[in-house]
């Protein structure tokens, strides 16, 4: 299992980033080239971090906080799971898009 750990930095109005909140994901999967690595995206003026981490549910679990969910980045999940990297929603629809027209 991989546990997604997102950082925010940059939040002007700190609307989602509290430095006493957590914010995880996990995800079924073990997509062994982005363990053990953090993912920077920059997004409007907020600068995000997202490490990821093996993560072993029936040992590990009673150890981690409760999370906040993911503000809204799932989709920076997805991508990594997808692509390796985090690319936008809209740069992916750009990509097939370009895929689509070159057939």
Known sequence: MLLFHLRIEGDPCNKYY???SEYMAMRNDTLFNIIGKDFEYDDNGKHIIISVIRFNPNSERKKLPASCGFCGYDWA????????????VEDQRKQRAKRIASL
Do not use: H, N, P, Q
Not at 77 to 88: A, N, P, R
């Open 18 to 20: 509290a430095r006493d």
């Open 77 to 88: 999940v997805e991508s990594l799971i997808k692509f390796g990297e985090i690319i936008s």
